[in-house]
Every structure is written in C-alpha cells, then in structure tokens.
C-alpha cells in the first residue's frame, strides 16, 4: 500500500511542511502547559471542555507528526548512518519530544532547500 507512494513529492511539500508545523506547535504548547501548575477544580465547564478539546488536537497533532517524521526518516533521509542512527534513537526513545526536535533540525532545513531548488529550476 505504501510503497507505490512518492514519498519526496509527498513531504517535500510547503503544504505538508506547513500541517506539521501546526503539529509541532501543538506539541510545544503541550510540553509548556504540561510544565504549569493548574487547578483544574477551579475551572469552569466550557473552559474544561476547551481544554479538553485542545488536548485531543494536540494528541492527533503530536502522533501524526511522530508518524510522518518516521516516514520521512525511512523514506526520505538520506543524511550519513550515524545521523540516522542517532536520530533513529531520538524518535524511538524521544516519542514527541523527538519528533519535533526532528522536525525543527532536520525536516525543515531539507523541505527549504527542496524549495530553494526547485524554484531555481523553474
């Protein structure tokens, strides 16, 4: 099922950049709030039911992202074995956390430079 896919076409994309960009705010709004002390007592029923509305993006948010940065690390990156050993490590061990340390290290810097040249061949 997945292996007929073009996987460079697919990710290499300012669209797909751009969803898990939402994705990696997401999970840094997640990491943030989680390090806060909030009563949750003292809130009220619509802001509960907001927060909890928000934590469901963010939980689809933050495993697609983990999901799509896996992918993209088997499909796509072509970064030297110890690289990708070290980032095999980080996305298995990191879950999240890894995730958008990939993302902002590795994903981005190769979607741009995907665009940069595509743009200059156009």
């Known amino acids: 099922m997945f292996g007929s896919l073009d996987y460079d076409r697919l990710f290499l994309r300012w669209k797909t950049a751009a969803l898990f960009g939402i994705a990696a705010a997401l999970s840094l709004g997640a ?3 989680r390090s806060t002390d909030i009563d949750f007592n003292a809130l009220s029923h619509p802001t509960l039911v907001a927060l909890s509305l928000l934590g469901a993006a963010v ?9 799509g940065m896996w992918f993209f690390w088997v499909k796509c990156d072509a970064s030297p074995r110890w690289q990708r050993v070290g980032w095999f490590f980080i996305l298995l ?17 190769k979607v741009r430079k995907a665009l940069s040249t595509q743009r ?3």
């Open 31 to 33: 990491i943030v709030f």
């Open 93 to 109: 061990f990191g879950f999240f956390y890894g995730a958008v340390l990939y993302y902002f290290v590795v994903y981005v810097p």
């Open 59 to 67: 939980a689809i948010g933050g495993f697609s992202l983990l999901i």
């Open 120 to 122: 200059r061949e156009t």
